[in-house]
């Protein structure tokens, strides 16, 4: 079957760095998402990774090696609006999105 | 309008109704889904359309239909609603969809939390 795996939470320092990582297992791969989603509200796009390497967009950067089947999502100098849940997803062979249960974010000054 | 809207924004409802709910998307998109999302579990895939006219199945269709009369609207519905469809249901829209063509950036409504009685 088809698998990701996060995990389901984390805890970190206002201003320091946290790296979430994410595991997969899917019939095909066309590409990894990442998204942010706080609480209550819908999840947004942070980034898209389709070849091994850093992907560095600001504050957040996403990191794939396909070989392994494994992802992570680096953020630096957290704020607590960074606060929120976190989605792996990838796109299989049939370019369905297959979800993790995402990683819950916690901020503390 | 401006991106994906969802209505209602949440719906207490009796089990054994029939309940629509309604997305509507403005930005021309191909493809659009309808998810739901339960406490501990990933986004599960309820449908999809690759583009207007067509739909398919995801990985838990039952219990739900959809259409795709145009591009801008792709309605959910619960036939006959039952408590294990208690969850919080998104609409997503994306260029391209399982076509492999395109943007697969998929851009999500504000949800709809619907609880069966």
């Known amino acids: 079957g088809q698998n990701i795996d996060q995990p389901t939470e984390m805890t970190a320092t206002e201003g320091a760095i946290v790296q979430i990582n994410c595991t997969y297992q899917t019939s095909g791969f066309n590409g990894l998402f990442w998204y942010q989603q706080h609480a209550g509200e819908a999840p947004t796009f942070l980034s898209y990774n389709v070849l091994d390497g850093l992907e560095e967009k600001g504050r957040f950067s996403s990191f794939l090696s396909r070989s392994k089947g494994y992802s992570y999502l680096l953020l630096k100098e957290l704020q607590m609006k960074d606060s929120a849940s976190y989605l792996c997803?990838?796109?299989?062979?049939?370019?369905?999105?297959?979800w993790g249960a995402g990683t819950k974010l916690i901020i503390k000054p | 309008i401006a991106g994906i809207t969802q209505a209602p924004t949440s719906q207490i409802l009796a089990a054994g109704r029939r309940m629509t709910l309604r997305c509507t998307q403005d930005?021309?998109?191909?493809?659009m889904y309808w998810y739901r999302q339960d406490l501990g579990l990933g986004l599960r895939l309820i449908h999809y359309?690759?583009?207007?006219?067509?739909?398919g199945k995801g990985e838990v269709p039952d219990g739900y239909s959809v259409s795709r009369a145009n591009t801008d609207d792709f309605p959910l519905t619960l036939a006959s609603a039952v408590p294990s469809q208690t969850s919080v249901y998104f609409c997503?829209?994306?260029?391209?969809?399982?076509?492999?063509?395109?943007?697969?950036?998929?851009?999500f409504g504000p949800g709809t939390r619907l609880t069966v009685l």
């Open positions: 930005m021309r998109h191909n493809a």
């Open positions: 997503a829209s994306s260029d391209s969809g399982t076509s492999g063509w395109g943007t697969d950036t998929q851009y």
């Open positions: 997803a990838v796109e299989d062979s049939n370019y369905q999105l297959i």
């Open positions: 359309s690759n583009t207007a006219g067509t739909t």
